[in-house]
């Protein structure tokens, strides 16, 4: 748990635990959605709390980390449902699409 800590990106120390399932981040000041990226180094990650910081103000910040984390099962203290994770596919397609361009 490293909420509420005033951290600005994802620590590297957090991607020395490959196993990590479970990551608290929330209520800090992370401006950069790539920054989530990071997380794509923790294959076991499954359940994952960001509310709170600037990232999660965009319309779209939650189906951005769900399409580059779909081993997500849990967000921001809630289930990820099928119909979110259709969304997601819906979305990130529209926007690859709009990409290519």
């Known amino acids: ?3 509420s800590n005033q951290l ?3 620590e590297d ?3 020395e635990f490959p196993s990590l399932q479970v990551l608290y981040y929330h209520g800090n000041h992370i401006t ?3 920054e989530v990226l ?3 180094a923790l294959p076991r990650l499954n359940k994952l709390t960001l509310h709170g910081n600037p990232i999660a103000e965009s319309k779209t910040y939650k189906l951005w980390v769900v399409a580059h984390l779909p081993g ?7 289930a990820i449902t099928r119909l979110e994770r259709d969304k997601v596919d819906t979305w990130f397609r529209s926007t690859k699409k709009r990409a290519a361009k």
């Not at 997500?72 to 809630?78: A, I, Q, S, T």
């Open 72 to 78: 997500l099962r849990n967000m921001d203290f809630g």
């Open 38 to 40: 990071k997380l794509q």
């Open 8 to 10: 600005s990106g994802i």
């Open 32 to 34: 950069n959605i790539n």
């Open 1 to 3: 748990d490293v909420s």
């Open 13 to 15: 120390v957090v991607l």
